[in-house]
């Protein structure tokens, strides 16, 4: 008896997961993947990139398989110093659309990949339902959702006039929404992480004169990994422990005492991340509440660094002065005649400040 598996979803995990699937299935499974047109088998972060955007990882530790890190080096034939690059998460993407062809075309199961955006899926007397945008539906034993960052609400305080202009660009991958702002446009960016380097550095490729003004509750923005890799880092016993144990004190005061004893605190981080998801798991409900209160975005910073290339042009725009990153908070905004006023206030300020921006 044939089972139907679909995955909604076709970026990273989706197409992974299909590529998993097809390798393993045999004639009796059918796998349906669902993903829009135009970011389909690479996903947002991969396929809606632009040439100056770099992925946060050396290629020599990329790979589709967790088993065969490297992969993606492997695929483009680097040598020692190209593997060490941070190359454009375009050709990620190129990658992640290779492997899945590969997959689908060695497959015994059978593989439909459905360029078109899942919109509701329903419990059925045996399996699920899928509805689609363009008004089909179909019949699926399992349904698996990959879905990845989905678009924001509007930020809260944002007037209804400007929730709907042009001139407010609440999902920056949306098509071409950055060609929208002028060059010499003064540009209020909400958040000051991933997101942000992104903006910032198409806007500088594009020729943007104008200011910008990037704003968060902390004000932290990603570090930056080294041009060249620390040697791995064997953990500590008690750091080992506090792991095993779930002891979020212990493990903080561990890995601070750590930094600042070896030559560099990056080496720390990365010696943590096999042990994170494990650690995770055993963390009770409470405790997850607190580090995502209190350490999540000092963590994020730390762990997730951008490449040397995309941080030095990042610290070109502060230095200029063309780029400020600050803490603060956006209390309102809305469209007036001519441009964006935005009520801020600065972290630690008492009285929040009116500023003028035109995006």
Known sequence: METHITVIG????????????AQAADAQVRITLVGVADTFGSGIAYGAAR????LNVRAKDLGIDAQAPGAFADTLHLGESGRLEFLPRLAYGDYLRSELDAAVTGA?????????????????????????????????????????????????????????????????WQGDALSRLGPDDDVLIVG?????????????????????????????????????????????PHLQRALKDADLRGLLRG??????????????????????????????????????????????????????????????????????IVAARLLRARWVPDGVEAVIRPRAAADARTQHFDA
């Open 10 to 21: 076709a970026g990273f995990c989706g197409t992974s997961l299909v590529r998993a699937l």
């Open 51 to 54: 040439p100056e955007h770099l």
């Open 108 to 172: 015994q199961a059978s593989v439909m990949r459905l360029s078109q955006e899942a919109v509701a899926v329903e419990r059925a007397r045996s399996g699920f339902r899928v509805f689609l945008a363009n008004g089909d539906a179909f019949h699926s034993d399992r349904v698996v959702l990959a879905v990845g960052a989905l678009q924001p609400q509007a930020l809260a305080g944002i007037g209804p006039r400007l929730s709907v202009h042009a001139r407010y660009i609440g999902w920056p």
């Open 192 to 236: 000051t992480g991933l997101t942000m380097v992104d903006v910032a550095l198409t806007l500088y490729a594009r020729g943007h004169r104008g200011r910008m003004l990037a704003i968060s509750r902390r004000g932290l923005a990603p570090q930056a990994h080294l041009r060249q890799p620390g040697a791995p880092l064997e953990l500590p």
């Open 255 to 324: 890995v601070r005492q750590l930094s600042a004893v070896v030559d560099d605190w990056r080496r720390v981080v990365d010696a943590l991340r096999p042990h994170l998801q494990p650690l995770w798991q055993r963390l009770a409900l409470p405790q997850r509440a607190r580090f995502l209160r209190h350490l999540r975005p000092y963590w994020e910073v730390a762990r997730h660094r951008v490449a040397p290339g995309a941080a030095e042009q990042l610290a070109n725009l502060q230095q200029s002065g063309q780029l400020k």
